[in-house]
């Protein structure tokens, strides 16, 4: 009797496991190219879900003193300030002083599964030096009048803010995105500091919850339009739809009334949004959702067309159903917006600026520069460098290239990651670093010899 | 049919510790596969969210009272000797293994984390909990294990 119990247990078990291996596949060979998914037509693998998700963030550990990232040839990087607290965004004024948005995220996502506690112990590891502690949520400015690289003035700017990012100025009106408010502040220029309180323009989807906290901000040409990204309020739905209102969308502000409209939605987490030059198109790069697989789904940059849906939750890169959202929208779907080129899976682009200047090298005119802030949810680290996309016609024109790179160190640990990108009056590259709590200036190797 | 009791060795003041601590995980199996279902039928992702707690509080609850158990099962071999411990000790070993497993289920992303996966797991649970629970029945209320003389 014992022994019939025994064998009917052992066949329930071999059964089980066989089943949930089939519903499970482990973690394939990753002979992936990630560099396939760079460009108009990435390769898309099957969608996979893990038993043990693979979760791989680099510790954050910081630049040692004489340590700077790597440039590619032809190019030089410097440290334009260091010591600063969690910065991630970049605002050149017209007078060439560059506004420096360091910030911290709400904090208020609530402990919702025993996986949110696990999560974020990991993530507490990764942004574990991203500011020491002291004062963000701020604003500091950096003067360097005579462009040698060495601010000259450093003052805070604004402070007390509430989770900043983006910044935009039209004419004497300075606008800052927090992530639960769209605030209008005077701005006169060779302004070092503003104390004037501001006055919201209008509210933004803040908590609760806040999982996508930051609002890239962009002014529209001509100045009447503010364009803010909101991101979405999860990974997947995995918070309800309920707290997907209004967000993974681009929002189109009035300036003078703040009346606000959807501009395009379908887009999980928004940033660096910036219009082309060339054709006065508004583009963005999206960070897409995470947990079907190390080579899925790619993050991407794409213009962003007016009343345009781009798939999120329901698909990704076009008609791509996400198995993990129910109630479906074939609806939706039907009329999701394929992007218009790939940045590879999980690099975490947060930043993007034009290059219309001439100081670089002239290959780096009109394209755009992306900073990619780096993977988390993939075993081989992707991202953790500055690319440059570049740009014919106002549209991506041949493979994205490494800018700025070694923001990792030799044990993988990270000694900086980058967020925000900018151009200087200069024509040089800002980078903000918001875990070595530094901005980089790329300028041509040749320059000292010019200057001096 | 022995004419003792066979004796419990984790016990306080002669109460045995582990039939004290069966029926938490038990339950929140039982709960786990009731959230799913009412998870499945409604896609409301607060269901899934007490399936995510309850199998994982499960677990943990079933991990100590599999201790307790264990402790039994090897301090006396006259327990060993009765012909359900062996399926009960190897069954419950599956349940744990079986809801260890539904756990990492459940930390995926909505809809995949229940269902067809999550949902099928919380079901053989509770199926394979019936067999072990009444196998552990009748070992206490047959044969008489951790029973004062």
């Known amino acids: ?73 032809g190019l030089k990087i410097e440290a334009l300030a ?30 919702k599964r025993p996986k949110d506690l696990v999560m974020g112990l990991v993530m507490s590891i990764a942004t574990g030096s991203g500011g020491k502690g002291g004062e963000s949520n701020r604003v500091t400015l950096l003067r360097d009048a005579d462009g040698d690289g060495k601010p000259e003035t450093r003052s805070v700017f604004l402070e007390h803010l509430s989770s900043p990012f983006g910044v935009a100025l039209v004419g004497s009106d300075l606008y800052v995105a927090n992530t639960d408010s769209l605030m209008h502040y005077p701005y006169k220029e060779g302004d070092t500091k ?42 997947i739905t995995e918070n309800g739809m309920q707290a997907e209102k209004n967000r993974a969308a681009i929002w189109e502000v009035d300036r003078a009334t703040g009346r606000w409209r959807i501009f395009a939605d379908g887009l999980r987490n928004p940033n660096g949004l910036t219009f082309e030059p060339t054709t006065g198109a508004l583009w963005a790069v999206i960070n897409e959702r995470d947990e079907l697989g190390p080579d899925l789904v790619p993050d991407y940059m794409t213009s962003v067309k007016d009343g345009g849906f781009y798939g999120w939750p329901y698909s990704y890169y076009g008609q791509h159903i996400d198995p993990r959202v129910q109630p479906q929208r074939p609806d939706l779907v039907a009329k999701a917006i394929m992007p218009d080129y790939a940045l590879s899976s999980h690099v975490a682009p947060l930043g993007m600026a034009f290059n219309t200047a001439d100081s670089l090298p002239a290959k780096y005119k009109g ?11 993939r075993d081989k680290f992707n991202g953790y460098k500055v690319v440059f996309v570049p740009f014919k016609d106002g549209k991506p024109e041949g493979k994205a290239e490494d ?27 800002l ?19 010019a200057v001096k | 049919m022995a004419d003792f009791s ?10 045995p510790i582990h039939p004290m601590l069966v029926p938490f995980p038990i339950a929140c199996f039982v709960g786990a596969l009731l959230t799913d279902i009412a998870y499945w039928r409604s896609a409301e992702m607060m269901w899934s969210n007490f399936s995510s707690w309850l199998v994982s509080a499960g677990v943990v609850l079933g991990i100590i009272a599999a201790i307790a158990g264990l402790v039994d099962f090897i301090g006396d071999r006259n327990i060993r000797k009765q012909a359900p411990a062996w399926p009960h000790v190897i069954g419950n070993l599956i349940v744990l293994i079986v809801a260890t ?49």
């Open chain 2, 6 to 15: 066979p004796r419990s060795t984790a016990r306080i003041a002669k109460h």
């Open chain 1, 1 to 73: 009797m014992t022994r019939a119990y025994f064998r009917t247990g052992l066949t329930g078990l071999a059964g089980l496991l066989l089943a949930s291996a089939c519903a499970l596949p482990a973690a394939s060979a990753d002979d992936f190219d990630p560099m396939s998914q760079v460009g108009p037509n990435p390769v898309l693998p099957e969608p996979q879900q893990y038993l043990f998700p693979p979760m791989n963030i680099a510790k954050a550990v910081g630049w040692k003193e004489g340590e700077k990232p790597t440039v590619a040839p």
């Open chain 1, 194 to 235: 503003i104390t004037d309180p501001g006055k919201p323009l209008t509210e933004l989807p803040g908590g609760p919850i806040d999982h996508h906290w930051t609002k890239s901000l962009v002014a529209s040409p001509d100045g009447s339009l503010l364009y803010v990204g909101v991101g979405s309020n999860s990974n």
């Open chain 2, 101 to 149: 497993i539904n756990m990492f289920v459940h930390t995926h992303d909505a809809w995949t984390s229940v269902v067809p996966w999550g949902l099928t797991l919380s079901a053989v649970t509770v199926v394979l909990l019936l067999f072990t629970g009444w196998m552990g029945w009748a070992m206490v209320y047959r044969h008489r294990v951790g029973v004062a003389e």
């Open chain 1, 367 to 377: 394209g755009a520069f992306v900073g990619e802030h780096g993977s988390w949810d």
């Open chain 1, 403 to 429: 800018v700025v790179t070694g923001f990792l160190d030799h044990n993988l640990a990270a000694r900086g990651r980058p967020v925000g990108v900018a151009i200087d009056k200069s024509g040089a590259l």
């Open chain 1, 82 to 111: 260091t010591g600063l607290e969690h910065p991630r965004f970049l605002y050149v004024l017209p007078n060439g002083d560059v506004l420096v948005v360091e910030s911290q995220g709400p904090g208020v996502e609530p402990v």
């Open chain 1, 431 to 449: 980078i903000a670093d918001d875990v070595g709590n530094t901005v980089w200036r790329v300028t041509p190797a040749q320059q000292t010899a």
